[in-house]
């Protein structure tokens, strides 16, 4: 079977229907267990103290925020080239998950920030473009609310996904960009040096599987709800023509 057979509302809907209970049973297993491992199991950092351990909601948010909008941008894709609906009803179902995860990582970087840099918010490179990001997102929701034809607003936020996506890359990757700025490195990282300890690592991984089985499974739930509704309208508009 080909991926663009999910294309099929029909097919996508059962599919989805299976895959969801599992995924939803998994992102709860692995988000309590890392959350609880890191939070009560985990010792305070040297440095930090105690304010470390917002390393469990802060990286995996953020993470997710980053990835969510690059997800959207696949989709937008997908759309452009193939007119697939679920596509772009993907897309539609990811932005508010994307911005509420985006929301909160700006906030749990502010409440980690205070401490360790003395300032709530900084003009950094990292953290402007995450600002913007932010900004992306409720435009790109916006744009869906406001245009009245579902074809026409996909075509036009799949366009601003395209020109957002720059500031996703941007989120990512700005700690390389500019060397300045009060932002750390990454915390994940290759290098042993940048590397978090083994201690913090393990149950982060968890948080981070969590947090992005736990996006699936909301945007599976939204996909299912748009399409739904789409079907709900395609009904009422046959009623009104009989």
């Known amino acids: ?25 998994l992102a709860a297993v692995t ?25 469990y909601i802060h990286v995996p948010s953020a993470m997710v925020a980053i990835n969510a909008w690059l997800m959207m941008l696949v989709a937008s894709l ?12 993907a897309a539609k179902a990811a932005a508010p ?7 909160i990582a700006l906030a749990t970087g502010a409440i980690w920030g205070e401490p360790m840099w003395g300032t709530w918010w900084a003009w950094d490179p990292r953290l402007t473009s995450f600002l913007i990001l932010f900004l992306f997102y409720l435009g790109y929701i916006a744009l869906w609310s406001a245009v009245e034809s579902p074809d026409t607003a996909a075509d036009l936020t799949s366009v601003l996904c395209l020109v ?6 941007l989120s990512r990757y700005a700690v390389n ?3 300045q700025g009060l932002h750390q490195g990454a915390s994940l990282s290759m290098d042993k040096k940048e590397h978090v300890a083994d201690v913090f690592w393990y149950p982060l991984l968890f948080c981070l599987a969590g947090f992005v089985l736990m996006f699936l499974a909301l945007v599976l739930v939204g996909t ?3 399409i739904r509704l789409r079907r709900l309208k395609a009904l009422e508009a046959r009623e009104r023509m009989a």
């Open 1 to 25: 079977m080909s991926l663009w057979d999910y294309a099929n509302p029909k097919l996508f809907m059962q599919t989805s229907g299976r895959l969801l209970p599992w995924v939803a049973v």
């Open 177 to 179: 960009f500019w060397n």
């Open 78 to 89: 997908v759309w452009i080239v193939r007119r697939h609906h679920v596509s772009a009803l």
């Open 224 to 226: 299912r709800t748009e």
């Open 164 to 169: 957002g996506s720059v500031f996703a890359i």
């Open 97 to 103: 998950v994307g911005m509420v995860m985006t929301l």
């Open 31 to 55: 988000l309590v267990t890392g959350l609880v491992w890191g939070f009560f199991f985990t010792p305070d950092d040297y440095r930090q103290g105690s304010t470390v351990k917002i390393i």
